[in-house]
């Protein structure tokens, strides 16, 4: 009577196994069992999730976003405290004291720095590896990847428009199509929409390291995003998460992926009073664009900490439809690693029901 049984743990081993050897070269870069990173999202991605994530086998990353030094260094230190696992820290290209915050994760010994938002250039990179570190940088075409690859990239994360937060315009899908075939030089990362293990072990399948997902983790119960945030994310369908919409290409929007809410809306007749006024000429065009730009100040702290899911910024991935309840991170990732061999032995595994 137990064959069976014995059929199907044989099967789970192997494909275990099997998980492992496609994303091994991510395992080794990583220093991690799951070849899995935490998408750095701003106010989310903090000392408690990322070193949840780490913790539980995964690739926590600390979003800096627009911290200064100081405070880094103690998100660095209180991250340190609580877990003995690699993470790494996201840095944005454009803040303006980012030689001094690659110093700081240098100091502190962090592993891997992922250089965000922009093309860092040769320096930052050497910088970065001059430090000890390992330099992780985000490419959106393959001339591009392997124009950082040269500057000396140790790893790329191809991140597609499916994504949470600011975008791009081509798709996960295509990126991965366009990219992973044709850069084997260094460990790629895909990013963007992702949120089952079948999906990671496509991805692995062709040729990826490993995938960063952001959107899954935002409601896990180390998160400290405010209840009414995750609760938004739970009742959220994947086609609730949609890019800023730009009226006038004449005063252009940074597309940001978020869910809809009474701000997005009022965004929409801000640009239009905003443009109508210019047209009158009752206000210059500078100013008219630097309305429209800090429409969006402190919008997503409103919405991510303090819960203000009506006037806040609610940036969220379009995987966001695979947010069904709150879970430990410890089992987000089993859930992910589960699918991922059940995809590989043939089976499936239906997706969270919390």
């Known amino acids: 009577m137990s064959a069976p049984t014995q059929g199907v743990d044989a099967d789970a081993t192997a494909s275990r196994a099997q998980l492992d050897a496609l994303w091994k070269s991510g395992q080794d870069f990583l220093g991690v069992p799951l070849a899995i990173l935490g998408g750095a999202m701003t106010w989310v991605s903090e000392r408690n999730l990322v070193s949840a994530l780490s913790n539980a086998g995964g690739f926590g990353v600390i979003a800096c976003g ?81 124009r950082l690859v040269r500057q000396g990239a140790d790893a790329i994360i191809v991140e597609g428009a499916e994504a949470g937060g600011h975008i791009g315009p081509v798709s996960t899908t295509v990126l991965a199509q366009e ?72 005063f252009p929007v940074i597309p940001v992926r978020a869910l809809q809410n009474a701000a997005t809306r009022e965004f929409q007749d801000l640009q239009r009073d905003v443009i109508a006024a210019f047209r009158r000429g ?38 966001v439809g695979m947010v069904n309840g709150i879970q430990p991170v410890a089992n987000i990732l089993e859930e992910l690693v589960d699918q991922a061999v059940a995809a590989l032995a043939g089976r499936v595994v239906p997706g969270s029901s919390h």
């Open 66 to 146: 627009a911290m200064t030094p100081e405070m880094l260094a103690e998100e660095i230190s209180e991250t340190f405290a609580r877990t003995d696992r690699p993470f790494g820290v996201n840095l944005i290209t454009m803040h303006p004291e980012l030689d001094r915050l690659i110093e700081v994760c240098l100091e502190q010994k962090v592993t891997h720095i992922i250089l965000a938002g922009g093309l860092p250039g040769a320096p930052r990179i050497a910088q970065v590896k001059d430090g000890g570190a390992r330099a992780i940088c985000f490419a959106a075409t393959l001339a591009i990847a392997r």
């Open 179 to 250: 990219i992973l075939p044709h850069l084997r030089d260094v460990p790629v990362f895909v990013a963007g929409g992702i949120g089952r293990g079948d999906a990671i072990v496509a991805y692995l399948e062709m040729g990826a390291a490993g995938c960063q997902l952001g959107t899954r983790f935002v409601c896990a119960c180390e998160s400290i995003a405010h209840d009414r945030f995750k609760q938004a994310f739970i009742r959220a369908a994947a086609r609730d998460a949609v890019p800023s919409v730009q009226l006038d290409p004449g």
């Open 282 to 319: 009752e206000i210059a065009q500078e100013e008219a664009q630097l309305q429209i730009e800090h429409f969006w100040a402190g919008a997503l702290r409103r919405a991510a900490i303090d819960g203000d899911v009506e006037t806040g910024s609610m940036m969220a991935g379009q995987s």
